[in-house]
């Protein structure tokens, strides 16, 4: 149960950073953390903001987003995250935002490229672009996340189209930190490809 205290704690701190770096407003976005050495894991209730975030605002479920324990909502992602989670042995969080430059830069369909060397020393692979054509990753697109793990399996993250960043890691803080170097990553290469056609 200590375990599982600190996770939730860790989860608040991440979520209340990335609501105040701006990589997520309002109520969008979630979080997650697998409950160590079980098929089960700590989420987000849906409608809640990440600015709000308290660790009695997480409900626990299984791989399939049933509930297992609290009160509240899944967020409506949670199929996703316990696909990662099942996908990936090695990832013990996810965090998804709709961040802004991620979202300008999916417009393009292209892998995000590591236009900083932050970003090639910390993310170490571009970033793949996944055109999901629907605002939740349902289980009939999971062959497209599926895809993108086969071609790399420790992708750190991928963006979704029209929707923005998810990001996985070995605990919520690095998942998050992930998630606002992605964005970072986004904006400098929006910004790179303005001062080109401006300069060039
Ligand atoms: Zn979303």
Not at 152 to 160: E, G, S, T, V
Request: glycine content about 8%; hydrophobic content about 40%; proline content about 6%.
């Amino acid at each position: 149960m200590e375990d599982l205290q600190l996770l939730k704690e860790q989860m608040v701190l991440a979520s209340k950073r990335a609501y105040h770096r701006g990589i997520q407003t309002g109520s969008g976005g979630n979080i997650s953390a697998r409950v160590p050495g079980k098929d089960l894991m700590i989420v987000k209730a849906s409608g809640s903001s990440f600015e709000d975030s308290t660790v009695d605002g997480f409900v626990i479920t299984d791989f399939d987003g049933n509930l297992v324990e609290g009160t509240g909502k899944p967020t409506r992602e949670a199929l996703l995250h316990g696909y990662l989670y099942r996908l990936c042995p090695e990832v013990n969080s996810v965090i998804h935002c709709h961040s802004p430059y991620c979202i300008g830069w999916a417009s393009t369909r292209k892998d995000l490229p590591q236009v900083t060397w932050h970003s090639k020393l910390k993310i170490g692979t571009d970033i793949p672009a996944i055109d999901v054509p629907a605002p939740v990753v349902k289980p009939e697109y999971f062959p497209m996340i599926k895809d993108a793990y086969d071609k790399h399996p420790d992708l750190p993250a991928f963006i979704l189209v029209d929707h923005g960043v998810v990001a996985v890691a070995k605990d919520p803080i690095n998942a998050e930190h992930t998630a606002e170097l992605i964005e970072e990553t986004a904006q400098v290469a929006l910004l790179e490809a303005i001062a080109k056609k401006i300069i060039l």
